[in-house]
T-cell receptor, first 123, second 110 residues
Framework: DAGVIQSPRHEVTEMGQEVTLRCKPISGHDYLFWYRQTMMRGLELLIY????????DSGMPEDRFSAKMPNASFSTLKIQPSEPRDSAVYFCASSFGYELFSSKERSSTDTQYFGPGTRLTVL | GQQVMQIPQYQHVQEGEDFTTYCNSSTTLSNIQWYKQRPGGHPVFLIQLVKSGEVKKQKRLTFQFGEAKKNSSLHITATQTTDVGTYFCAGGRGTYKYIFGTGTRLKVLA
């Protein structure tokens, strides 16, 4: 498997423009995550999907950000309109995700596989 | 909200010295994962700890999960230049949503 694929790898755009980031998760993975990484805020979870359905989007900064997953092999993160403070590296990650029930504890043993990231610069 | 802090933020060591990074959560975790990110790269999964007090080893790396499941540590024995990177812990709360720690950037001087 080629791993998680993201495109483009680099994007430079001007403030106010629409930006679309793309992700192809590992085949067979049920979960897809979008993260943003900056020096100031570290690695932040923006949204994640399970079986193409958004489960938690509480990390999405504001209405300018939207994410979709039309099918199991493709997801997009869109920023419209973009602003300079959106400049960051955006990572997509996927995981198989299954749960083990161990005595009284419910445990997850998922591993997240990250893509190479998209470095976004908004001028 | 839930926070996961790591200390130190940066660490420079001479090759051959040991290195430890500590991860502390404001809330009890169900499990914790550790990732390594090389400069310019993406986070790569290292290990997951689930049980209270669990200790796991991978060659020169030793991972611990605290008894209260609120803290964890990663210890590297006899660092090598290949250990350079940022080490992140990621705390789980029983869902598939993980909160990543602030990271510790390790630099190894040859």
């Amino acid at each position: 498997d080629a791993g998680v694929i993201q495109s483009p790898r680099h994007e430079v755009t001007e403030m106010g423009q629409e930006v679309t980031l793309r992700c192809k998760p590992i085949s067979g993975h049920d979960y897809l995550f979008w993260y943003r990484q900056t020096m100031m805020r570290g690695l932040e979870l923006l949204i994640y999907f399970n079986n193409n359905v958004p489960i938690d989007d509480s990390g999405m900064p504001e209405d300018r950000f939207s994410a979709k997953m039309p099918n199991a092999s493709f997801s997009t993160l869109k920023i419209q309109p973009s602003e300079p403070r959106d400049s960051a590296v955006y990572f997509c990650a996927s995981s198989f995700g299954y749960e083990l029930f161990s005595s009284k504890e419910r445990s997850s043993t998922d591993t997240q596989y990250f893509g190479p990231g998209t470095r976004l610069t908004v001028l | 909200g839930q926070q996961v802090m790591q200390i130190p933020q940066y660490q420079h060591v001479q090759e051959g010295e040991d290195f430890t990074t500590y991860c502390n959560s404001s809330t009890t975790l169900s499990n914790i994962q550790w990732y390594k990110q090389r400069p310019g790269g993406h986070p790569v999964f290292l290990i997951q700890l689930v049980k209270s007090g669990e200790v796991k080893k991978q060659k020169r790396l030793t991972f611990q999960f605290g008894e209260a499941k609120k803290n964890s540590s990663l210890h590297i024995t006899a660092t090598q230049t290949t250990d350079v990177g940022t080490y992140f812990c990621a705390g789980g709360r029983g869902t598939y949503k993980y909160i990543f720690g602030t990271g510790t950037r390790l630099k190894v001087l040859a």
